[in-house]
C-alpha cells in the first residue's frame, strides 16, 4: 500500500505562484516515477508532469512548459509542483500519482489539492 497526500493549493492572482507538494508514504521503496495531474469541472483528468525516481528526467506538457517546474525529494519520498505565471486555465483539482509497478503506469493516486487562479 502506497498513501500520497497532497498540499499547497489555494487562490491566487493571474501572474502568481503556488508550490504544490505531495507526499509518498508506505511501501515507496520501488518508486520508478511520480507526476502531477489536473482535473477542471466538467472536463476529463489531463497530465500536468512527471519525473522520473532514480535520475530526475521530466516531462512536461505543452501547456505548462516553461512556466512549471517538477522535482523531487528522494530521502522524503516527496515531489513538487513550482507553478508560475499561472494563469485563468490553470484552475483545476491537481493530483499526484506514483508508479511502483512494473506492470501498472500509475498505480497508486492522491485525492487532490484545489487550485484557484482568478482574473
Known amino acids: 500500500q502506497v498513501q500520497l497526500v497532497e498540499s499547497g493549493g489555494g487562490l491566487v492572482q493571474a501572474g502568481g505562484s503556488l508550490r504544490l507538494s505531495c507526499v509518498a508514504s508506505?511501501?515507496?521503496?520501488?518508486?520508478?516515477?511520480m507526476g502531477w495531474f489536473r482535473q477542471a469541472p466538467g472536463l476529463e483528468r489531463e497530465f500536468v508532469a512527471n519525473?522520473?525516481?532514480?535520475?530526475?528526467?521530466?516531462y512536461y506538457a505543452d501547456s505548462v512548459k516553461g512556466r512549471f517546474t517538477i522535482s523531487r525529494d528522494n530521502a522524503k519520498n516527496t515531489v513538487y509542483l513550482q507553478m508560475n505565471s499561472l494563469k485563468p486555465e490553470d484552475t483545476a483539482v491537481y493530483s499526484c500519482a506514483i508508479q511502483t509497478s512494473r506492470l501498472v503506469s500509475y498505480n497508486y493516486w492522491g485525492q487532490g489539492t484545489q487550485v484557484t487562479v482568478s482574473s
Open positions: 519525473i522520473a525516481w532514480t535520475d530526475g528526467t521530466t
Open positions: 508506505g511501501r515507496t521503496f520501488s518508486t520508478y516515477r
